[in-house]
């Protein structure tokens, strides 16, 4: 059973135009969360995270949400950049400290 | 960028042939993971290292096993390897476990005929 769902395989964004990607959750036990950023032939690299004591967390032009009693986050891109274009992992964990991933969105932005 | 070094960085190889990946890392960090992504899947915790010779495992450990002599050296062997290992696999590495991100090395590519 997948804990950490990106439902959303692909997302297709303008330039400029704001990128919302998102993922839920169903293990109540998760307490911190992270986005991921990923382009071909590369590892992931780390992007923004957020603990479960805050709702919203900022760093330049990425702003993650959590909500809890959704059990949902969301990540906010504004504004999209073509080279934001890759594939985009929300990961979480609880107290065992292993992060557990989504399946990743592809963020296309379009010139 | 963390120093994390994966090698091979491709490799094919047969069904039933033993394999082994290293992960290398300058960075001094006591955890290590061994990851490997599937379309689909996203990524899945195979493996991981919490110190010298401490392993335990993750997710999706069936047909893995890892070593750990030195703190800067992380090993993934795949004792027999079968089609269904075909799959990119990522070595991670972090300073604590729990809230704080990992950084991972480039992946390495096997594709298991």
């Known amino acids: 059973d997948q804990q950490v769902k990106q439902n959303s395989p692909s997302l297709s964004v303008q330039e400029g135009r704001i990128s919302i990607l998102n993922c839920d959750y169903t293990?109540?036990?998760?307490?911190?969360f992270l986005w991921y950023k990923k382009y071909p032939a590369e590892g992931p690299t780390f992007l923004i995270s957020?603990?479960?004591?805050?709702d919203k967390n900022e760093d330049g032009r990425f702003t993650v949400f959590l909500n809890k009693s959704a059990k949902h986050l969301s990540l906010h891109i504004v504004p999209s950049q073509p080279g934001d274009s890759a594939v985009y992992f929300c990961a979480a964990s609880s107290n065992t400290g292993k992060l557990i991933f989504g399946q990743g969105t592809t963020l296309q932005v379009k010139p | 960028d963390a120093g994390i070094t994966q090698s091979p960085r491709h490799k094919v190889t047969e069904t039933g042939t033993p394999v082994t990946l290293r992960c290398h890392q300058t960075?001094?960090?006591?955890?290590m993971y061994w990851y490997r992504q599937d379309p689909g899947h996203g990524l899945r915790l195979i493996h991981y290292s919490y110190g010298v010779k401490d392993t335990d495992k993750g997710e999706v450990s069936d047909g893995y096993s890892v070593s750990r002599s030195k703190t800067e050296d992380f090993l993934l062997t795949l004792e027999s390897a079968t089609s269904s290992q075909t799959s990119v696999y990522f070595c991670?590495?972090?300073?604590?476990?729990?809230?704080?991100?990992?950084?991972f090395g480039n992946g390495t590519r096997l594709t298991v005929t």
């Open positions: 293990n109540s036990m998760f307490d911190y």
């Open positions: 960075e001094n960090h006591r955890y």
């Open positions: 991670a590495i972090s300073d604590r476990d729990g809230f704080s991100p990992l950084h």
């Open positions: 957020i603990s479960s004591i805050k």
